[in-house]
């Protein structure tokens, strides 16, 4: 029987030559932590067994054990340990393989996730991480690719529509300075023209102002309770004088009232680009209706004309910036931000706008949470 004191010395020694032992594992762990996770693993293996020896020696230093139990033992642990750095190897070049495997995927010009049985189920948990972080930054790439042609095409435009007016001004105002035009019906006239065109050119500008807000993030909102009825009213109110100059019957229909939470301004310059932009595109003694109601639990705002409809190849772009298809939507003929706008007011207020073909024409469609 072994004293109690005995034993407490071979437990000290053994611990502290087991601390030793880790402490030079630990000090060649830092010193190679920038190699494989497979050389890493053999030394763990090794400082495993090597603790394990270091105890049985101290026992046998202190005469706890005989020489023939001592090299059983040391045999026994010897043959577990190469075992046990065997393992660690296989394990290492798994991994190094796994992470080669991983690598390969990440340098191909496209990421495709291995199968997750190549892999551990950490690098499997990280290989599906970076295929969705790729898609991300795909459709991110795609999104800016997108912004990029719009803002090239935005330009163009833009500089072709300030290009015209300011060429037809400057030739009148140059007309009327050098006396040019004398009669005073024609000086009349020019002034008319003028005013208009500078009317044109100030909405044009107010509308990049306001697109320049929207993609800023910068759309303050001051929100107020007003009802469906009230917002279909103005909407017909104002878009009525271009609508009788036209032709077109304009009609408003609430059919129910409820009352929503928003920017009466903005909301209204989003709902008069929609009307303004259908009555331009209706022919004469055609018919442009706005509809409110409620659908789904949302307040719906329609405006359907009777265009002749949008080319299907169209529709998913009505609403970029400076997108003009075959028969531009935007409202005057301007740079094509008018449903741009809309969009960006509409989402603002936590909304959804949308277009299809419907009937004679197409269907713009605002959804807008409702206020109870």
């Not at 402490?23 to 060649?28: F, R, S």
């Not at 009525?240 to 310059?269: F, I, N, Y």
Request: glycine share 10%; proline share 4%; net charge negative.
């Amino acid at each position: 029987m072994i004293p109690f004191e005995d034993l407490l010395w071979v437990v000290f020694y053994a611990a502290l030559a087991a601390l030793v032992v880790a402490a030079v594992a630990l000090g060649l762990l830092y010193g190679l932590r920038g190699r494989s996770v497979a050389t890493q693993l053999v030394v763990v293996g090794a400082a495993t067994v090597l603790a394990t020896i270091s105890g049985i020696l101290v026992i046998s230093f202190m005469m706890l054990l005989n020489e023939h139990d001592r090299s059983v033992v040391l045999a026994v642990v010897t043959s577990a340990g190469l075992v046990a750095m065997a393992v660690s190897v296989l394990l290492g070049r798994r991994l190094v393989a796994a992470n080669r495997v991983l690598v390969e995927a990440v340098r191909a010009d496209r990421f495709t996730p291995p199968p997750d049985a190549h892999l551990p189920a950490e690098l499997a948990e990280l290989s599906r991480e970076l295929g969705a972080a790729y898609d991300r930054l795909a459709a991110a790439h795609e999104r800016e690719q997108a912004l990029e042609a719009s803002r090239r095409e935005l330009v163009a435009w833009v500089s072709h529509d300030l290009r015209t007016p300011l060429a037809g001004l400057r030739a009148m105002a140059e007309a009327l300075e050098d006396g040019v035009v004398a009669d005073q019906g024609t000086v009349q006239r020019y002034h008319e023209r003028i005013r208009v065109e500078v009317e044109r050119l100030t909405e044009m500008v107010d509308d990049l102002f306001e697109l320049s807000r929207i993609h800023a993030g910068a759309l303050r909102l001051s929100r107020r309770r007003v009802g469906l009825g009230d917002l279909v009213a103005e909407a017909v109110a104002g878009a009525e004088p271009l609508a009788r100059a036209k032709g077109v019957r304009l009609r408003g229909d609430v059919r129910e009232g409820l009352p929503v939470q928003v920017d009466t301004g903005e909301l209204g310059r989003a709902l008069r680009n929609l009307v303004v932009n259908a009555i331009r595109h209706t022919p004469s003694d055609g018919a442009v209706e706005i509809v409110g109601d409620v659908q789904d639990g949302e307040a719906r705002l329609t405006v359907a004309d009777a265009c002749g409809g949008i080319p299907e190849a169209d529709l998913p772009r009505v609403f970029d910036v400076a997108f003009r298809g075959e028969a531009a939507r935007t409202p005057g003929g301007g740079a094509g931000l008018g449903l741009a706008i809309a969009r960006g007011i509409v989402e603002a207020h936590a909304g959804r706008i949308g277009v299809a073909n419907v009937g004679p024409g197409c269907r713009f469609e605002v959804r807008l949470p409702l206020h109870v």
